[in-house]
């Protein structure tokens, strides 16, 4: 009728030899997956994290076009976003400050998806940093604001502008 009792005994060892050895490869195969994929998952967040603190597309655009440099800084709190203080190799006339100062932050939200940009240069008598304006994009309400330094004047510049912003 079925297996006598003594064929059963002796089959029992081997079966559960063969059950913990099944159960060892596949935990072994599971963690060699898990620890590659636990390493790729970890490069891969450290080169996206480089790749954010060191790259600006912005920044190679202004350096190609012998504009100035771009530095993209964060808060390091989280707090704020990512902001842009460009450093111009020349000042921007006062009468197309205004006009320069949109495409600029134009030109840095579409390409690196940023909020607020500060353009300065660098004052050729005294070396000092003077800000030219200031510009600061909110996504919720679609208004970019700019402060334009024209000389001892604070000029406030607010334009309601339709950026999509596909970053987020």
Known sequence: MGPSWREA????????????????????????????????????VRALQFRAKHQSVFNHYVIVHRIGWAEVS???????????????????????LAAQTFALMTRYHAMDGGHSLTIEYADP????????????YDPASHRLLMTLHEGDRLVTVERRVDWQDDRT
């Open 9 to 44: 005994a002796s089959a029992a060892p081997r079966s559960d030899r063969l059950h913990r050895r099944n159960r060892t490869l596949l935990l072994a195969w599971l963690a060699l997956v898990l620890a590659i994929g636990g390493t790729f998952a970890a490069e891969t």
């Open 74 to 96: 964060t808060d390091a709190l989280g707090l704020q976003g990512d902001f842009c203080v460009l450093h111009l190799r020349r000042p921007i006339p006062a009468s197309v």
């Open 125 to 136: 008598h005294t070396g000092r940093a003077v800000i030219q304006a200031d510009a600061v």
